[in-house]
């Protein structure tokens, strides 16, 4: 059997890998579209107590009457939920199976290649998940939180950021969702896209922009919070 014959991807495979790449993209546009989301409904903090307070309570509410209670809001969680574990499915699978079809030669040189934000995609994908825990034990369910489960959503957010290990772990957790969004935006244009080289240099400066933009909005408030611009 020739070399050549060896490194060829049977289509099978072929067809496996760009299914859990599409798998990856597309659960990744969901999560970043709820991020955009979740940014706009934080910084309404600098509105005060009253605006985020109600804020809020409008999340537990839409679709009321027509749907009763938190429905809809549990709904976007299911959503989000299956698109988090399909993110992390697809990841670690196309992880495992690059690593089981390429030959340790070309380990050395293909880290090399790779970009700091690309290479730290998985460990960086670990303290995002950990963080995401600790935020809904925090924030959503008040379990870790000073003000506890009964406090308001204001004075839990409060509470949790003036705290400067929380605001740290959490600055720390965002800049690596920056990353992440960095390279997984233009990750998700190569494999929802035909790739053009032309439109590189564009699609690097869009992912770049969204991240950044991202990042520094999630920043404002625990800094703002944590500095005394907002109490």
Known sequence: MTDSTQ???????KTTSVFKKAVMAIS??????YLIAHMIGNLKAFAGADEFNHYSEWLRTIG???LPGATTLWLIRIILLVAVVAHIWAAVSLWRQARSARPER???KKAVAQSYASRTMRWGG??????IIFHLLDLTLGAVNAEGSDGEPFDRMLASFQNP????FYAISVILVGMHLRHGIWSAT???GQSNRRREVTVNYAATAIATILTVGFLLTPFSILFGLID
């Open 126 to 131: 670990v303290i995002i998940l950990a963080f």
């Open 190 to 192: 190569q494999t929802l």
């Open 64 to 66: 009321n009457p027509a």
């Open 28 to 33: 990744g546009i969901i999560l970043v579209l």
């Open 106 to 108: 070309y380990v050395t």
């Open 7 to 13: 490194r060829r991807t049977p289509k099978a495979a």
């Open 165 to 168: 290990v929380v605001t740290l």
